[in-house]
């Protein structure tokens, strides 16, 4: 615990942090945050971000709190923000409610507060403090922050496979490795991203829709918040996809990103954004630039869901952060197609280093969670 905030105030932020967990599928591409007003050691109102455009979780606590608000502290997930973006700045609306104290988790990575929150508000004679849970916090956003930071997404690649490490049988049959518990989380996966990935090679031999099907009660989203489709993203440097994938014809956006010589007119036409990247030494879209363009896009959380040859792809050029990987407890046999395809490891030391973060029973199959290490 940290010694500079009392156990209370660490209680505070726990329940402000649960506040912005809310907010797990509807705030893109804004960050997670949560507010809690205390006076007199009682929380006197509480709030969360609910949709990019709509107010601020401190916004909302004033609302609720009125003049309780005057000489309350005010525990927040993120630092205020002191700019005029879609919404006005928090720290005006928490100097004028009279807020006597504000205690942020974390200072917002974005260069456009990056501390001038805390300092605006201690110029006003409000009492400012960071760093209550601060690993706590920043784990609600790792996209966002590291889009801020000017590091592009956050990126996870999510694969199945039996015990023995296989996706598909060796005539690429593949539904279902995994049971209905593991493809129903996956579903909140998808929710909890901004944009999904996949490759040409899926695209041709699946046709999947790379959409989130559940509904908005199944995520636990409140009344008025309709279920976010994130982008759908296709790696398609020759322009291959047909005008007719079934991606094409659902509700929400569609991005392929082709070669500089590729012809992707049709796709056009057919509905789907089409971007040109440069190519890598390989012939394949290279990945700096793709990560680049996302960001540009506010995109904070991909999503990777591909075949063995681009997951591996995808590894080789160090955009991986996260690995979800959900077994399932049966055997394929060594005819059978592996997990990813990374040519020219030849000895250990050559290896990709991950770190287990989690492990957890879903439904029969078993999810480990891990973070790929430098």
Known sequence: ?????????????????????????????????GCVLVRNGEVVAEGW???????????????????????????????PCCHYGRTPPCTLGLIEAGVSRVVAAMVDPNPRVAGGGLAQLRQAGVEADSGLLESDAAALNPGFIRRMRGQGP????????????????????SQWITGDAARRDVQRLRA???????????????DPSLNVRLQSAELGLPDGLEVRQPLRVVMDSSARMSGAARMLTLPG????????????????????????????????????????????????????EA????????????????LIVY????????????LVHLPGIERLAERVPLRLEDTRAVGEDLRLRYRVRS
Request: with cysteine; glycine share 12%.
């Open 49 to 79: 971000h609910r949709r990019a455009g709509e107010p601020h979780a401190e916004r909302l606590a004033l609302a609720e709190a009125g003049e309780r608000a005057r000489g309350a502290t005010a525990y927040v997930t993120l630092e």
């Open 154 to 173: 956050y990126v996870r690649l999510k694969l199945g496979m039996s015990l023995d490490g296989r996706t598909a049988m060796a005539n690429g049959e």
């Open 1 to 33: 615990m940290n010694d500079a905030f009392s156990r209370a105030e660490h209680a505070f932020m726990a329940r402000a942090i649960g506040l912005a967990a809310k907010g797990r599928y509807s705030t893109d591409p804004n960050p997670r945050v």
């Open 327 to 338: 077994m399932a407890p049966h055997l394929m046999g060594d005819q059978a197609r592996g």
């Open 192 to 206: 909890a991203s901004s944009a999904i990935l996949t490759g040409i090679g899926t695209v041709i031999a699946d």
């Open 307 to 322: 075949g063995a040859t681009l997951a591996g792809s995808a590894l080789s050029a160090g955009v991986v952060d996260e």
């Open 253 to 304: 956006q569609t991005l392929v990103y082709v070669g500089p010589e590729a012809d992707g007119s049709g796709l056009v036409r057919a509905g789907a954004e089409v971007h040109a990247l440069t190519c890598d030494d390989g012939g394949g879209l290279a990945w700096g630039a793709l990560m680049q363009d996302l960001a540009a896009r506010e995109v904070n959380e991909l999503l990777i």
